[in-house]
């Protein structure tokens, strides 16, 4: 592939933009290849070169790059009726009562622009309902660019994972591994009347995929009731993508205090949504005393892509057609990687997939594994050697995933997430040949 026009303007780029991206994820080795628009399943970059998209946007574009009819009508209309108001509109209130009505934890919601936002408000509120200021999250999960959640460490051992985080942040974060019932009861047991709140993804969707073990969800609902304190469950990728309309706590039954959401809820557009109970998320001002407040929220344009979306995957068959594409990658990578890479993980559910690069974990051919992706299972033969939390998942050969594996599917134009930890997803657009058409680059990259 020829990609001169993607290296000149990384080449631009670099002198006007930070590292040459507006994003670090997507600074990819030895520079990234510039999109020039979306085709269906495809991207094209600026030198023709044309993907099998996998990354979709990381998460949000369940319909691929082209939108279902009704969705560009009502994108094209409250466009042209004007950018924006700084007033309500009736679009936002028809997004959130959809919502209300098919998210188990949700009775009332804020619209806000981004999952970061989402989680910052979030927190603000637990600690603002509850009078306290600790945060538990989970060590390896991800809660957007924010102070309170961007710690690392040991529970009394914290400190900021970036430059720039006062040290006093991390001091009211407490970090704990994800599937370890036992850690999460010692910090209860210890600070268990100090706790605002447990934040956590229901699924680790930006570690590599890591799924809940049996009865790890229920604990920490169990546990959070007890001691008064919040569960939120962070649905920034899950959410409409796991468990269709109902989330991810639908699919696992588990109903959280509050939700945090962002990607689809806002169809593609700049989104994210703080849900819950009535009686914590009007905390929020005006009608309680928590700050929140933003000049863009509920943007109509954005509300109005968001309510076709999820309408048209309410009306049709958008899930069943994702979920068993996203089966049968699942399915077709694991039997490539049990003949040519025994010892690597394939992750994920729904019309998420990913493949861990584990270093161990080879089993006798006919052993009773999971053979559509990991699902946590006691009685599966690789049960000790599939990643159960964030640290399993930054021990395997991340180098290789970035350095090596996505610039094979590359040059053979399959475009996947970057690197180890980002999640890949299946969208409407795409088809059983375009399945048919990864699996043979997957065996020649593995």
Same mark, same amino acid.
């Given at each position: 592939?020829?990609?001169?026009?993607?290296? !000149?303007?990384?080449?631009?780029?670099?002198?006007?933009?930070?590292?040459?991206?507006?994003?670090?994820?997507?600074?990819?080795?030895?520079?990234?290849?510039?999109?020039?628009?979306?085709?269906?399943?495809?991207?094209?970059?600026?030198?023709?070169?044309?993907?099998?998209?996998?990354?979709?946007?990381?998460?949000?574009?369940?319909?691929?790059?082209?939108?279902?009819?009704?969705?560009?009508?009502?994108?094209?209309?409250? !466009?042209?009726?004007?950018?924006?108001?700084?007033?309500?509109?009736?679009?936002?209130?028809?997004?959130?009562?959809?919502?209300?009505?098919?998210?188990?934890?949700?009775?009332?919601?804020?619209?806000?622009?981004?999952?970061?936002?989402?989680?910052?408000?979030?927190?603000?509120?637990?600690?603002?309902?509850?009078?306290?200021?600790?945060?538990?999250?989970?060590?390896?999960?991800?809660?957007?660019?924010?102070?309170?959640?961007?710690?690392?460490?040991? %529970?009394?051992?914290?400190?900021?994972?970036?430059?720039?985080? %006062?040290?006093?942040?991390?001091?009211?974060?407490?970090?704990?591994?994800?599937?370890?019932?036992?850690?999460?009861?010692?910090?209860?047991?210890?600070?268990?009347?100090?706790?605002?709140?447990?934040?956590?993804? %229901?699924?680790?969707?930006?570690?590599?995929?890591?799924?809940?073990?049996?009865?790890?969800?229920?604990?920490?609902?169990?546990?959070?009731?007890?001691?008064?304190?919040?569960?939120?469950?962070?649905?920034?990728?899950?959410?409409?993508?796991?468990?269709?309309?109902?989330?991810?706590?639908?699919?696992?039954?588990?109903?959280?205090?509050?939700?945090?959401?962002?990607?689809?809820?806002?169809?593609?557009? %700049?989104?994210?949504?703080?849900?819950?109970?009535?009686?914590?998320?009007?905390?929020?001002?005006?009608?309680?005393?928590?700050?929140?407040?933003?000049?863009?929220?509920?943007?109509?344009?954005?509300?109005?892509?968001?309510?076709?979306?999820?309408?048209?995957?309410?009306?049709?068959?958008?899930?069943?057609?994702?979920?068993?594409?996203?089966?049968?990658?699942?399915?077709?990578?694991?039997?490539?990687? !049990?003949?040519?890479?025994?010892?690597?993980?394939?992750?994920?559910?729904?019309?998420?997939?990913?493949?861990?690069?584990?270093?161990?974990?080879?089993?006798?051919?006919?052993?009773?594994?999971?053979?559509?992706?990991?699902?946590?299972?006691?009685?599966?033969?690789?049960?000790?050697?599939?990643?159960?939390?964030?640290?399993?998942?930054?021990?395997?050969?991340?180098?290789?995933?970035?350095?090596?594996?996505?610039?094979?599917?590359?040059?053979?134009?399959?475009?996947?997430?970057?690197?180890?930890?980002?999640?890949?997803?299946?969208?409407?657009?795409?088809?059983?040949?375009?399945?048919?058409?990864?699996?043979?680059?997957?065996?020649?990259?593995?």
């Amino acid at each position: 592939m020829n990609h001169d026009e993607s290296r !000149a303007l990384y080449d631009r780029a670099l002198s006007v933009l930070p590292g040459g991206v507006n994003s670090s994820v997507r600074a990819t080795r030895p520079y990234p290849f510039f999109i020039e628009r979306g085709d269906g399943a495809h991207v094209v970059d600026a030198d023709g070169n044309r993907y099998l998209d996998y990354v979709m946007g990381y998460g949000p574009l369940l319909y691929g790059h082209d939108m279902p009819d009704p969705v560009r009508a009502a994108v094209q209309s409250h !466009a042209a009726d004007g950018p924006m108001y700084g007033a309500p509109t009736e679009i936002e209130v028809d997004l959130a009562e959809f919502v209300a009505r098919h998210v188990p934890s949700v009775e009332m919601i804020r619209f806000v622009n981004s999952g970061t936002e989402a989680t910052v408000s979030a927190v603000r509120l637990a600690r603002g309902y509850t009078g306290r200021d600790k945060i538990v999250v989970m060590q390896g999960g991800y809660h957007g660019a924010q102070e309170s959640t961007l710690v690392e460490g040991e %529970p009394g051992h914290t400190e900021p994972s970036t430059p720039g985080i %006062p040290s006093s942040f991390a001091e009211h974060t407490i970090p704990v591994p994800f599937n370890d019932a036992a850690a999460i009861e010692r910090v209860f047991e210890a600070h268990g009347d100090e706790i605002a709140a447990v934040m956590t993804e %229901p699924i680790l969707a930006n570690t590599g995929i890591v799924l809940p073990v049996d009865g790890y969800l229920e604990r920490l609902r169990e546990l959070t009731a007890a001691h008064d304190s919040l569960l939120i469950f962070d649905e920034v990728i899950t959410g409409f993508r796991v468990g269709g309309l109902q989330c991810a706590q639908g699919k696992f039954g588990v109903t959280p205090d509050v939700t945090t959401f962002g990607k689809i809820v806002g169809g593609g557009f %700049p989104v994210g949504a703080i849900g819950g109970r009535s009686e914590i998320i009007e905390h929020f001002t005006p009608a309680g005393d928590v700050f929140q407040s933003g000049t863009f929220s509920g943007h109509p344009v954005t509300m109005a892509a968001g309510y076709e979306s999820l309408k048209y995957a309410a009306e049709n068959d958008v899930y069943e057609h994702v979920n068993r594409l996203g089966e049968r990658l699942r399915r077709g990578i694991a039997e490539i990687a !049990a003949d040519q890479a025994p010892d690597y993980t394939v992750v994920g559910t729904d019309s998420m997939f990913k493949t861990t690069f584990t270093r161990e974990g080879a089993v006798a051919d006919d052993a009773d594994v999971c053979d559509a992706g990991c699902r946590q299972r006691e009685s599966c033969a690789r049960y000790e050697h599939c990643p159960k939390t964030g640290a399993d998942v930054a021990d395997a050969e991340t180098e290789r995933w970035e350095r090596i594996f996505w610039q094979e599917m590359k040059a053979q134009g399959i475009f996947l997430t970057a690197n180890q930890f980002e999640s890949q997803f299946v969208s409407y657009a795409h088809t059983d040949e375009d399945v048919e058409e990864t699996l043979e680059a997957y065996k020649a990259a593995l």
